[in-house]
């Protein structure tokens, strides 16, 4: 649509060009307004984790937050990390098959499981370890 302004037309040009109704166009722009209203993560969501391996892990932010109790790395910010918004939400994992992986030069090396953790912070684990 940002193209088409550009370009000389008006938003109800690019209205009539698509073929909306004036409610379809109404519904339309309330979509949008709603995906791009701040969100924060509510703490009864908590997001899916997928079915993960030694080679297909959890990484990023998310691997941060999980720790061992003793372990004095880490980060604390499992409510952003771990749970979601109102749609069903999944982490992204690294490793075999996925858009990252360190499996090429690191191996397993820092993989463990997290499953037992992962169900006292109330997460709920696809399936098998995580």
Not at 8 to 32: I, K, V
């Amino acid at each position: 649509m940002l193209e088409f302004q550009l370009n000389g037309g008006s938003r109800e040009e690019f209205r009539l060009a698509l073929g909306m109704a004036d409610w379809q166009w109404d519904e339309y722009f309330a979509r949008l307004e709603k995906a791009m209203e701040p969100r924060r993560p509510t703490a009864d969501t908590p997001i899916l984790i997928p079915e993960t391996s030694p080679t297909r892990y959890i990484s990023f932010q998310r691997a941060v937050n999980l720790r061992f109790p003793a372990d004095p790395s880490g980060d604390w910010h499992r409510s952003d990390a771990f749970f979601g918004y109102e749609e069903p939400y999944w982490a992204p994992l690294a490793g075999d098959g996925q858009e990252v992986g360190t499996n090429p030069t690191l191996g397993s090396l820092g993989v463990r499981d997290m499953g037992k953790l992962i169900a006292d912070y109330e997460i709920k684990p696809y399936d098998g370890p995580v």
